[in-house]
């Protein structure tokens, strides 16, 4: 209870002065402006090797333990999803169902050309029939002012001989 009693004391206390002061922020804040901070009494340990092979195994550390509690990254769970079995069957039915519509345009293609065809083949037949009776009937009845045409036959037998 004792270790109990002193950290709800310690966290009752207020912070040391110079933590409210700033004091030892400013001196962070005033190293740019230091001509050679690695010289520096105050900042001289964070120059030296071994405080930068400890930082550097701090960071693997830490970057570890986050990469080891952290979810897979939605990209590579992407990549697992796409190598799957489904995915694989889904894409065999896409190459079918694009053969498929290769073949029927294929098809569609080549009935338009058969009824292009067929539409001009009936056109001529249609032209056709209505010429040819026209002709029937012209020969038949003349035009509307003529005479008969056998009187204008025989008119023309009877000039000629």
Do not use: C
């Given at each position: 209870e004792d270790d109990g009693a002193a950290a709800a004391a310690a966290r009752k206390a207020p912070p040391p002065a110079e933590a409210r002061n700033g004091t030892r922020w400013r001196e962070?804040?005033?190293?740019?402006?230091?001509?050679?901070?690695?010289?520096?009494?105050l900042f001289r340990p964070y120059f030296t090797q071994r405080w930068h092979d400890a930082l550097v195994q701090s960071l693997r550390n830490?970057?570890?333990?986050?990469?080891?509690?952290?979810?897979?990254?939605?990209?590579?769970?992407?990549?697992?999803?796409?190598?799957s079995e489904a995915q694989r069957k889904i894409r065999e039915e896409l190459l079918e169902a694009r053969a498929r519509h290769d073949a029927l345009a294929t098809s569609l293609a080549k009935s338009r050309a058969t009824r292009d065809r067929l539409a001009a083949t009936v056109r001529d037949l249609v032209a056709e029939v209505h010429h040819a009776a026209l002709r029937v009937n012209a020969d038949r009845r003349g035009g509307?002012?003529?005479?008969?045409?056998?009187?204008?036959?025989?008119?023309?037998?009877?000039?000629?001989a």
């Amino acid at each position: 209870e004792d270790d109990g009693a002193a950290a709800a004391a310690a966290r009752k206390a207020p912070p040391p002065a110079e933590a409210r002061n700033g004091t030892r922020w400013r001196e962070w804040f005033a190293m740019p402006h230091l001509p050679e901070p690695h010289k520096d009494p105050l900042f001289r340990p964070y120059f030296t090797q071994r405080w930068h092979d400890a930082l550097v195994q701090s960071l693997r550390n830490f970057l570890a333990t986050v990469f080891a509690t952290a979810p897979p990254p939605k990209l590579l769970l992407l990549q697992t999803w796409h190598r799957s079995e489904a995915q694989r069957k889904i894409r065999e039915e896409l190459l079918e169902a694009r053969a498929r519509h290769d073949a029927l345009a294929t098809s569609l293609a080549k009935s338009r050309a058969t009824r292009d065809r067929l539409a001009a083949t009936v056109r001529d037949l249609v032209a056709e029939v209505h010429h040819a009776a026209l002709r029937v009937n012209a020969d038949r009845r003349g035009g509307l002012f003529d005479e008969d045409p056998e009187e204008g036959r025989a008119d023309a037998r009877a000039a000629g001989a």
